[in-house]
């Protein structure tokens, strides 16, 4: 059996890993030089947004032999609006190292495969259908849309202004904070992860503006937080989220990113990513349903777009006042600390509510 993948970042690698447990070894497509993000990115997951799995880590380890190591626990989670700040602690989720050192997730899952590798090779988006003819299977793999593009399957596609920089100082390691509906964040958030006692990444995230508007809004960010101006570097990137009519094009797959399983609001999408790769590996290789398989990581990507959709209609006092409900002890405790309702839950009943608006 000839698989080819594109793409050799998380979902692309878990594909591969998956597929070599089958007796399948794949071919993989991989537009940068390296394996790995270029810059030192941090991965945040948090388990308020595991629906698949309760402990995702451990589930992985346990059915399917994979061993990955993230870089520290989640273990306060600092969220700010307005002059209101709450705080919530425990075993939160997890922080991963994704840049191209070996103790990046995606080094870590590339050490653990076996594939036919050529770097810096990148497939177009009008090359893969050439690409469908020479083997049994494709899987797109790729963190754009692009290629779902390019065959009509994006369903809404959304791409948003991003600017990190790594600050020296001093940092409790395992402490997150996040800052929401600022008026330099617009409709989204910026959030400050440590990566050690001394180095935190700090991220911007905005929607609805240009890359060339993105510096007045970080000179805002670092001026109106008070954030010490002590980069040793910076640098900007544009996320890419689509949600697709479909996931499969007759023996095409899509998935990570390009497949629509990272949400356009948080951005949480590294466990969705591995079970999506394993999904399309057993998919191809036993013939299960790809469909059925992805169907939980769908509903809740969708889910988490509905409440995108109620965040954008909320001002910045309705904000201040949600993170004060989040922060007491009983909710925080359901959400954050046991995952007994899941972000995803508010996101199902916002879609009910903008339903009932509707009619």
């Excluded at 997890?94 to 590339?110: M, W």
């Excluded at 995108?308 to 959400?335: E, Y």
Aim: some cysteine; aromatic content about 12%; overall charge positive.
């Amino acid at each position: 059996m000839k698989v080819a993948i594109i793409g050799a970042g998380v979902s692309g690698l878990s594909c591969a890993y998956r597929l070599n447990q089958l007796g399948v070894r794949p071919v993989i497509f991989e537009r940068r030089p390296i394996i790995g993000e270029s810059v030192n990115l941090l991965g945040v997951h948090l388990n308020c947004f595991n629906h698949l799995f309760r402990n995702p880590l451990h589930f992985f380890e346990k059915k399917y032999a994979l061993n990955i190591k993230p870089l520290t626990e989640v273990r306060r989670l600092v969220m700010i609006a307005q002059d209101r700040e709450v705080a919530v602690t425990g075993r939160l989720g997890h922080i991963f190292n994704r840049g191209s050192a070996r103790t990046s997730l995606e080094y870590q899952l590339f050490s653990q495969i076996e594939a036919e590798l050529y770097m810096d090779t990148y497939i177009f988006d009008s090359m893969v259908e050439d690409v469908a003819k020479q083997f049994d299977s494709v899987v797109v793999a790729t963190g754009r849309t692009d290629i779902p593009d390019y065959f009509g399957l994006s369903a809404e596609s959304t791409i948003i202004a991003i600017r990190s920089g790594i600050m020296d100082g001093k940092y409790e390691q395992g402490k997150v904070i996040s800052w929401v509906k600022t008026d330099y964040s617009r409709n989204l958030f910026i959030y400050l992860v440590p990566s050690s006692e001394r180095k935190a990444t700090i991220t911007l995230m905005v929607d609805n503006i240009s890359m060339n508007d993105l510096d007045l809004y970080w000179r805002k960010t670092v001026t109106t937080e008070a954030i010490a101006n002590n980069f040793l570097e910076t640098w900007d990137s544009e996320y890419y989220s689509c949600r697709l009519r479909k996931n499969r094009l007759g023996n095409i797959y899509f998935i990570g990113t390009a497949g629509g399983m990272t949400d356009d609001y948080f951005g949480f999408g590294i466990i969705n990513a591995i079970a999506g790769g394993f999904f399309a590996a057993e998919a191809i290789a036993q013939g299960k349903s790809f469909e059925r398989s992805i169907k939980p990581i769908i509903t809740q990507v969708d889910q988490l777009h509905n409440l995108r959709l109620m965040a954008n209609k909320m001002d910045s006092k309705t904000w201040k006042r949600l993170i004060t409900i989040m922060g007491m002890p009983g909710i925080s405790h359901a959400v954050y600390k046991h995952s007994l309702v899941k972000f995803h839950h508010f996101g199902a009943l916002a879609g009910f509510f903008m339903k009932s608006d509707n009619r």
